[in-house]
């Protein structure tokens, strides 16, 4: 939303996001199952992107409106992109350490968040969510189409990863030490911005998925999303 304000002569644009989120359309969700409906709006209100030190920042929210029980509006600055929309290798290692510096704040530095109602072990949640896909898939490998989507030996390692996901789970939530993080963030949920005194940061949107997770899930995700959004150029997946 744009307008032009006007006092003392002067005549200044400037410009908001608002952020509708509905109950029932945020039920179509494909991560419904794991985080209700306004958790990106209790993340603010709870004051746990207030401070963030570090070159990792959220949007600030001026506003949640409660339209209803079932909707409510948030109000945010509105973030623009200071470089290029394609980011090189240098720029996803900088998103990189700074989601780092955020995580280890709460190893370091600060105890871990205590409200009930965050998420955790988003992973385990969203394996029990996909099972029934997979003993689906594992009934439907003679399909054609299923056969081209998935050959044989994809497949199979697919299928033999699955097999151990217990054990994988339990080496990250078991095992790992475990920080407060945004969780999803991949290059879609990521701005680049240079603040006054021309140091880069990494502006993360989107904090619906944020919770507790493994120290180093983040990164996982970073590298995961982008790719799977083809926001990196898929035949660089590599480097």
């Known amino acids: 939303i744009t307008g032009t304000a006007s006092g003392h002569g002067d005549s200044l644009p400037w410009s908001l996001f608002l952020k509708v989120y509905g109950r029932e359309e945020y039920s179509d969700s494909p991560t419904a199952s794991e985080t ?21 920042k959220a949007p600030q929210c001026y506003q949640v409106e409660t339209l209803s029980e079932d909707r409510i509006w948030m109000w945010f600055e509105d973030v623009s992109e200071d470089t290029d929309v ?3 290798l240098g720029r996803y ?9 955020f995580n280890g704040l709460y ?51 697919m299928f033999r990863l699955w097999d151990r996901r217990e054990i994988l789970l339990g080496n ?15 290059r879609h949920n990521l701005l680049s ?20 997770g493994a120290l180093g899930e983040e990164l996982v995700r970073l590298v995961t999303n982008s790719l799977f959004f083809r926001l990196f150029p898929i035949d660089k997946a590599q480097e």
């Open 107 to 157: 190893l370091t530095q600060r105890p871990l968040p205590s409200q009930s109602w965050l998420p955790r072990e988003f992973e385990r949640m969203a394996v029990a969510r996909d099972s029934p896909g997979i003993d689906e898939l594992r009934q439907s490998l003679s399909h054609p189409i299923v056969c081209q989507v998935f050959p044989m030996p994809i497949s199979s390692s």
């Open 86 to 88: 394609s980011w090189d």
């Open 36 to 56: 209700p409906w306004n958790h990106e709006a209790a993340i603010y209100q709870a004051g746990l992107l207030d401070d963030m030190p570090g070159g990792l």
């Open 193 to 212: 911005r240079r603040n006054s005194v021309g140091v880069d940061e990494t502006v993360a949107i989107d904090w619906e998925l944020a919770g507790i």
């Open 172 to 186: 990250i939530y078991d095992r790992l030490p475990q920080t407060f993080g945004h969780l999803d963030p991949g």
């Open 93 to 101: 290692n900088l998103a990189a350490r700074h989601l780092g510096e």
